[in-house]
């Protein structure tokens, strides 16, 4: 069985990290929504250009998710 030896830090540190774990998890939360607006916007654009337009970008239509989410999925 795993432990975890805090006994290196002060017990103040140790009150301090576990304080800041549930904000630290919001502002996570945050940002991933944040992103997740801005790529279904990108989304929304995408899907409405015609084809001819995506063509000059090098996408098809039905590449606009892949190719949103490019950075986040290797495929």
Do not use: C
Request: hydrophobic share 50%.
């Amino acid at each position: 069985m795993a432990s975890v030896d805090f006994s290196h830090q002060s017990l103040w540190a140790q009150i301090r990290h576990a304080l800041a774990v549930p904000f630290i998890a919001i502002g996570n939360f945050m940002v991933q929504a944040m992103n997740a607006n801005g790529r279904l916007d990108q989304i929304e654009r995408l899907q409405a250009m015609s084809d001819e337009d995506l063509a000059k970008i090098g996408i098809r239509r039905t590449e606009i998710v892949t190719y949103v989410f490019r950075d986040r999925f290797s495929v």
